[in-house]
T-cell receptor, first 112, second 112 residues
Framework: GEKVEQHESTLSVREGDSAVINCTYT??????FPWYKQEAGKSLHFVID?????DRKQSQRLIVLLDKKAKRFSLHITATQPEDSAIYFC???????????FGDGTQLVVKP | AQTIHQWPVAEIKAVGSPLSLGCTIK??????LYWYWQATGGTLQQLFY??????VESVVQLNLSASRPKDDQFILSTEKLLLSHSGFYLC???????????FGEGTRLSVL
């Protein structure tokens, strides 16, 4: 089955710098890639997604890149702020089944 | 707008006691529903998913069971809790395979 790997378990950046979280997947049939944010003690909150028919998507300070050949996708957070500190999960979904597969999460710490 | 409600918010239970956690989704018909478990600060483990009433697929056996008695309701239960059942239980729902599931606020379970 699909396996999603999230390469950074922790990431620390200075406020105002950019943060990049990288994920890879194994199943070429994966076609939908959402990202979630989990603040301390809370549930997961959807932040941005990308579908396999595009290779870049931006929503304000969030940019998602998708490289289908390398089976890699990444979340870029520009001009980081302390409130960006959280655990970020990447995920991959295959159209033909009803499963969505999550990475293990990246703890992002934005230092003032 | 789609909403998802989990109950209870938190539980403290004794080892060997029964458990029932609930999830109700509103605003979508025939949603896919998912149960996840997260150890403290840990990764997400998908437990069950359901694409229709009465049908539940098990992903991981943790001495838990799930049922979908109504289109908008998903129940997680066990007759005998183990210490290892402690953690954060999350219900998620979505209508299509390529749409990010919406997560409920979660139930925090402590088994003593």
């Amino acid at each position: 089955g699909e396996k999603v790997e999230q390469h950074e378990s922790t990431l620390s950046v200075r406020e105002g710098d950019s943060a990049v979280i990288n994920c890879t997947y194994t199943d070429t049939a994966s076609s939908y890639f959402p990202w979630y944010k989990q603040e301390a003690g809370k549930s997961l909150h959807f932040v941005i997604d990308i579908r396999s028919n595009v290779d870049r998507k931006q929503s304000q300070r969030l940019i998602v890149l998708l490289d289908k050949k390398a089976k890699r996708f990444s979340l870029h957070i520009t001009a980081t702020q302390p409130e960006d500190s959280a655990i970020y999960f990447c995920a991959a979904s295959i159209n033909s089944n009803n499963r969505i597969f999550f990475g293990d999460g990246t703890q992002l710490v934005v230092k003032p | 707008a789609q909403t998802i409600h989990q109950w209870p918010v938190a539980e403290i239970k004794a080892v060997g006691s029964p458990l029932s956690l609930g999830c109700t989704i509103k605003g979508k018909s025939s949603p896919n529903l998912y149960w996840y478990w997260q150890a403290t600060g840990g990764t997400l483990q998908q437990l069950f998913y359901s694409i229709t009433v009465g049908q539940v697929e098990s992903v991981v056996q943790l001495n838990l069971s799930a049922s979908r008695p109504k289109d908008d309701q998903f129940i997680l239960s066990t007759e005998k809790l183990l210490l290892s059942h402690s953690g954060f239980y999350l219900c998620a729902g979505g209508q299509y395979n390529n749409q990010a599931p919406l997560f409920g606020e979660g139930t925090r379970l402590s088994v003593l």
